[in-house]
Nanobody, 125 residues
Framework: QVQLVESGGGSVQDGGSLRLSCAAS????????MAWFRQAPGKEREGIAFIYTGTAYKIHTDSVKGRFTISQDNAKNTVYLQMNKLEPEDTAMYYC??????????????????WGQGTLVAVSS
């Protein structure tokens, strides 16, 4: 049974930092495309960071580049999202997603097979 369990969300002030974690189980973690998506109220789900665990090749979208960093820990089957310089516009539900046995050749939400339950990040000004 595949599970993705996110943690680390919370409330912070403008300019603060948070680190999200996604603990994965039930599939081969070391050859998967792992990603972080977010969805703000009234907006579409947006992919913001992707990592292929086989090589640790990572991609960050322009909206978070230079502020957020995706990383992995193969020993813990865990993906992280370090979020620095948070802004009120970053307020959203953050989701971990996975596609086993694939590189991150597609970044659309429909490409990903498995999803976590989400963790809420709220940034106040």
């Amino acid at each position: 049974q595949v599970q993705l369990v996110e943690s680390g969300g919370g409330s912070v002030q403008d300019g603060g930092s948070l680190r999200l974690s996604c603990a994965a189980s039930g599939f081969t973690f070391t050859t998967a495309c792992m990603a972080w998506f977010r969805q703000a109220p009234g907006k579409e789900r947006e992919g913001i960071a992707f990592i292929y665990t086989g090589t640790a090749y990572k991609i960050h979208t322009d909206s978070v580049k230079g502020r957020f960093t995706i990383s992995q820990d193969n020993a813990k089957n865990t993906v992280y999202l370090q979020m620095n310089k948070l802004e009120p516009e970053d307020t959203a539900m953050y989701y971990c997603a996975a596609r086993s046995g694939a590189t991150c050749w597609d970044k659309d939400a429909t490409f990903f097979t498995y999803w976590g339950q989400g963790t809420l990040v709220a940034v106040s000004s």
